[in-house]
């Protein structure tokens, strides 16, 4: 181990997440245009690379591995970096390895996760309605995702699900959505959409389904209780009295959140962002692929990344313009 990575607000960065692949078999209208055009294979961090930099960053005191994208688990051969990072694990090092996936290609994944000593998952799901999802997702197909889900349980697994709030879209869902994941003893989060790339002509506002207001629905038939848990992120916790279930919420456009970030962005090309609704970034892939057997330069590049990030994001509905809106896609620096 080295130094641990403090930032200059004394935030403790233990948590990264890394883009492995911009790519994806679903497009979701949120998230990609239908056309998008992806970055060229030699862009991308190798599954050698990726290995190297999340080692190093591990040995500098990352706790935690989320890996998404685009979808993970469509690159090719990515059960080989799995594999690579459960000896972290095992030496004790790191602490979590888990991923967000749109849940596509977990019937075939989910076994080899699990012995790759992945625990938990977040499965990305916006709606239990066939045609809905085909609307949301363009290309995805529910059937699939549910087979994903039933094999990911089966392999122990356990499960979040993971809920974009779109108003008029899956507004009239939140108490079946409720009801599966309690049911199946899935946990369950709503995430506020974020203004993020560009999307083609969705109309972004009229998406915008506050949290607060979904709050107030569940509220109107369940007993909230709030929950002190902390994750260093955007999400806050509730317990629904009834049914015992823990329900999460995701506000990335509040500032409330920010004075407990411990968590940077690796993007597949490996650019580091420091916060999520900043443009500021680090490559640092330049000084990895410079010095092929010595990992200095890469830990220099990362300490004085660290050094930048910002105390906070511009993200701004309020005004009901597209305040602070990020240019960059999600797929692309990692949900
Ligand atoms: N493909 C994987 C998936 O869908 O879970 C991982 C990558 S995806 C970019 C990560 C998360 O970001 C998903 O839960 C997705 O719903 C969410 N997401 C994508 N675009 C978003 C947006 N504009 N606002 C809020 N969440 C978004
Ligand atoms: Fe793909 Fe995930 Fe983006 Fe949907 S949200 S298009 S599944 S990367």
Redesign the pocket.
């Known amino acids: 181990m080295t130094e641990p990575l403090v930032d200059p607000f004394q935030r403790a960065i233990n948590y990264l997440r890394v ?1 492995v692949t911009d790519r ?1 078999d ?1 497009r ?1 209208v ?2 990609m245009s239908e056309n998008m055009t992806f970055l060229p294979k030699a862009e991308l961090l190798t599954l050698e690379e990726l290995d190297r930099m999340c080692s190093t960053f591990v040995r500098m005191g990352v706790e935690k591995l989320r890996i ?5 688990l469509v690159r090719r051969e990515i059960m080989t970096f799995f594999r690579a990072m459960s000896r972290h694990l095992e030496s004790g090092a790191l602490k979590e390895l888990t ?5 596509s290609q977990l019937e075939r994944f989910a076994g080899d996760l699990a012995e790759a000593g992945v625990r938990r998952i ?3 799901l ?1 709606t239990l309605d066939e045609a809905k999802f085909a609307e949301i997702t363009r290309w995805g197909r529910l059937p699939q995702v549910l087979r994903g889900i039933d094999a990911a349980q089966e392999a122990g697994l356990r499960i979040k699900i ?1 809920v ?1 709030a779109l108003k008029g879209f899956n507004e009239d869902e939140l108490f079946t959505l409720t009801d599966w994941c309690a049911e199946r003893d899935m946990d369950l989060t709503f ?7 560009d ?1 083609g002509n969705e109309n ?1 506002l009229g998406q915008y389904w506050p949290l607060k207001d979904l709050r107030a629905t569940l509220a109107e038939q369940y007993t909230l209780v709030d929950l002190a848990e902390r994750t260093g992120g955007p999400a806050r916790y509730v317990r629904l009295d009834e049914t015992g279930q823990k329900i999460g919420f995701i506000t ?1 456009l509040t500032h409330n959140f920010c004075e407990s970030c411990n968590r940077v962005r690796l993007t597949c090309t490996g650019e580091l962002y420091m916060c999520l609704g900043q443009e500021d970034m680090a490559d640092l892939r330049a000084p990895l692929r410079a010095a092929p057997n010595d990992d200095t330069p890469l830990e220099e590049a990362i300490r004085a990344a660290i050094l930048r990030k910002p105390k906070g994001h511009d993200f701004d509905y309020s005004r009901q313009s597209l305040g602070g809106q990020m240019p960059r ?3 692309h620096t ?2």
Request: charge should be negative; aromatic fraction near 6%; include cysteine.
């Open positions: 883009s994806c679903f979701c949120y998230c998404t994208g685009g979808e993970p991923l967000t996936t749109n849940g977040n499965v990305s916006d993971n974009v995430i506020e959409v974020m203004p993020m790339g999307i972004r990335p896609h999600m797929s990692g949900g």
